[in-house]
């Protein structure tokens, strides 16, 4: 297991906000993520854990510094875990447009020449990254997922695949249908390659298909987000959570853009509700 | 009275963020100011305001993004005013160094070459924005001044210069006598030129020692704050109240550094405190 190098480490809300450096084996790089500490763990108690999935040009620091979700994180004894959205470095393949490489891994194991020396961000994310956070920190195995746009579909497509895994999902404006909608055509397209088999197994509406799920899902979406309809579909997750059987709870928030004043303006309900799955299942 | 141009319009926690530019009569340059409008301005309330003032390198973004306090201001019903720390453009003076030039005013008037073309951020802070800003919002002419760092100077010394113009001031790591700590002495040596007699109008300990005050205020200084002692000397305005015979609180603050995770942590008080006098003296 790769070492930590710590390179920050700065109050906030009573606990501890902390950036860290190690060698990924996923990507094959160097890779940074956040972690918050609250309170209760300097008391010695193991908290459950919250991983954040950040959006398109996000790294570690934009749900850091503007979502204020360590103050609600504070008050229930969750950690926070927010790694960076794609591998990076001069080794790593780029592109020019924002919704590729650097910044927009969509969170897929690329199979498709550039980017399969480095754009491993599933494995990262769903099994490098937990692991590492369990052996180094004073976190219990419970975990939930949540995350903003092309990370609200990480979080989605993560907790799908991997029943058990997560306590709870959540969504602010996710991608639902990558394979439906230019993003994901764009980012699959390169990842994966054309053969469009191999989408469904990144794409929320395809998994829901063929996947039982029960793990309680809420997603907040605002109504004035200029992505909605052609990149955000929300009523397709819907209809088929309803086909699935999958009780998911969609809000829609008049008024609310795609930016971090929307996160912010509902990350306190989304941390209630994964607090509340993950001290149940304790 | 300049019209204003509206950049931008966003909602959050119930209320309304918006960014706005105008022609400052003060600068003789553009200058751009975010006003956060909460809930209650939509049920047709007038609510008093607190005016924020950013620190060294800030534009009215930094709190607007990472400090969370539209959250508490939409609770209390307050409207929140923040001003950009200086002049911009290419026809305004600038340094290469981030304490002196754009986004570093030290909110004064000056008099020096070249900067006296536009550094007049005083009378934009004190007089012009405030006006403008009880003409064209639903707010009432209860008023309380906040800031962090070079802004907390701003705060203290507007305070203290203006009596009955303010319910409240606080201030987070503010620079409390700059004619006598390095960034104060290069940026007034500049702005105000080398007689320091011209110095002591914008210096709070200056300004204690010939004003009579009696505002509430309230000081939060992070321990772990790297500029505390060179920069920042707290103690020297605790000593320069106590002869004042100001009850001025000041809270050091265990394990705080000098970041925006400090003013998160400690926004919420400081808008309880601001509350408590705009709404009583109203």
Redesign the interface.
Known sequence: MSTLECLSS?????GW?KRYRHRSVSTGTDMVFAVYLPPQTAEGHKVPVLYWLSGLTCTDENFA??A?A??VAAELGLALVMPDTSPRGAEVADAEGYDLGQGASFYVNATEAPWSAHYRMYDYVATELPALVEAHFPVTAQRSVSGHSMGGHGALMLALRNPGRYCSVSAFSPIVNPCDVPWGQKAFAAYLGNDRSAWAAYDSIRLLATHAVSLPALVDQ?E?DSFLGEQLQPEVLVAAARKAGWPLELRM?P???H????V??FIEAHLHFHARHLYAER
């Open positions: 700065q109050r906030a809300f009573g906000h510094t503007k204020g360590q103050r605002g004035a928030q008024g609310y853009d930016s971090y004043y929307f912010a303006s």
